[in-house]
């Protein structure tokens, strides 16, 4: 089952102007190890969600924890443009 690991404080904007919060999403696999992705829910809660592919693989939960609070703006700017398109 997926597990919210962070919310971002950063909020993203995409080309049209539209505004998204960013949350990191994470599941462990059968062989333990877990793969993270992130979701771009709509600031207005009007639009769709937009999610990524899987963004990351880390040995643990924690592992994934580290990665995601270590994600910078322009980061996620690159995962929403990767994830529009993708519509949860």
Same mark, same amino acid.
Do not use: C, N
């Given at each position: 089952? &997926?597990?919210? +690991? /962070?919310? /971002?404080?950063?909020?993203?904007?995409?080309? @049209?102007?539209?505004?998204?919060?960013? *949350?990191? !999403? =994470? *599941?462990?696999?059968? @062989? #333990?190890? !877990? *793969?993270? !992705?992130?979701?771009?829910?709509?600031? @207005?809660?009007?639009?769709?969600?937009?999610?990524?592919?899987?963004?990351?693989?880390?040995?643990?939960? &924690? %592992?994934? $924890?580290? !990665?995601?609070?270590?994600? $910078?703006? +322009?980061?996620? @700017? #690159? %995962?929403? =443009?990767? %994830?529009?398109?993708?519509?949860?």
């Amino acid at each position: 089952m &997926a597990e919210l +690991i /962070h919310e /971002h404080s950063t909020t993203v904007k995409d080309d @049209d102007g539209a505004i998204y919060g960013a *949350e990191i !999403w =994470a *599941e462990q696999r059968l @062989d #333990g190890t !877990w *793969e993270g !992705w992130l979701e771009f829910r709509p600031a @207005d809660d009007g639009g769709e969600v937009l999610r990524t592919q899987r963004e990351t693989s880390q040995p643990s939960r &924690a %592992a994934v $924890e580290y !990665w995601a609070t270590g994600l $910078e703006p +322009i980061y996620l @700017d #690159g %995962a929403l =443009a990767r %994830a529009r398109g993708r519509l949860l």
